[in-house]
């Protein structure tokens, strides 16, 4: 459903993705793990559009992409069918977290009003925030804000949603909420590509593990092989330090 070939990227003489190449399943759920510095939120943004690769190719549904010359038209399109989760939720401060939510759907997809509001209620009841709808996000926890930032990705239906680090910013008692959230998304079937450090949902929601190392994916494969039974130095290297 969404496949990457030989993606590139450098910033200045820095090579950060060297020939990534990439299968997404539809109901997927692929959980991309490594060091600091080893390119996984190069990688996300680049599968978004928000970062321009030097090089790659990209086929979404029936469409291929060149990702480094690819029209505002082509990225549009893909905007439309995939969303993104950011770290820091990148919510609009002015904004409820109903209109935070009903925004994406009116502006971002063209809908009518009053049914965006009927569909951002039910996102925000899905994510436990049905009590909180009309507030600021300045009066919400970080928890509250990111499972809003989700409720707006999983609002606009879309074929995959991206998850660059969305617990990294949480006080831990806050970390196990929106990664419920996360699990019962996968267990929908939701497809999802996260960029985590959090070991236990990689080993109870992925399908597939990827190990990211100095631009590369150095090792992949469903969680218990990788998490068990690595077989690349590196990863063995990593996982001992992290688990
Ligand atoms: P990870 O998510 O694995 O920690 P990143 O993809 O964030 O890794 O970063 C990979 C490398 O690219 C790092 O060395 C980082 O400093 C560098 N990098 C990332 N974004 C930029 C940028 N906008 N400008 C310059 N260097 C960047």
């Given at each position: 459903m969404l496949e990457i070939k030989n993606v590139k990227k450098s910033f200045g003489k820095q090579e950060v993705l060297k020939d990534v190449s990439l299968r997404v399943e539809k109901g997927d759920v692929i959980v991309i793990l490594g060091?600091?510095?080893?390119g996984k939120t190069t990688l996300l943004r680049s599968l978004a559009f928000l970062e321009k690769a030097d090089g790659g190719v990209m086929m979404l549904g029936d469409k291929s992409l060149d990702m480094h010359n690819a029209s505002s038209k082509d990225i549009a399109w893909v905007r439309k069918r995939t969303a993104f989760v950011f770290q820091n939720y990148n919510?609009?401060?002015?904004?409820?977290a109903l209109e935070n939510v009903m925004l994406g759907l009116t502006?971002?997809?063209?809908?009518k009003k009053d049914e965006a509001e009927r569909i951002a209620r039910k996102a925000l009841r899905d994510v436990g925030l049905e009590d909180r709808m009309d507030y600021y996000p300045s009066r919400l926890s970080g928890g509250q804000q990111q499972r809003v930032g989700i409720a707006r990705a999983m609002a606009v239906k879309p074929d995959v949603i991206f998850f660059d680090e969305p617990t990294s910013a949480l006080d831990p008692e806050l970390v196990g909420g929106v990664l419920s959230v996360m699990k019962k998304l996968a267990e929908d079937g939701v497809t999802m590509i996260v960029v985590t450090h959090e070991m236990k949902f990689a080993r109870e929601a992925a399908s597939k593990v990827i190990f990211m190392d100095g631009g590369v994916i150095v090792e992949e494969g469903d969680p218990e092989t990788v998490f068990?039974?690595?077989?690349e130095a590196r990863t063995r290297k990593f996982l001992r330090r992290i688990l």
């Open positions: 060091p600091s510095g080893s919510l609009f401060a002015n904004k409820t502006a971002g997809r063209g809908m068990t039974h690595p077989k």
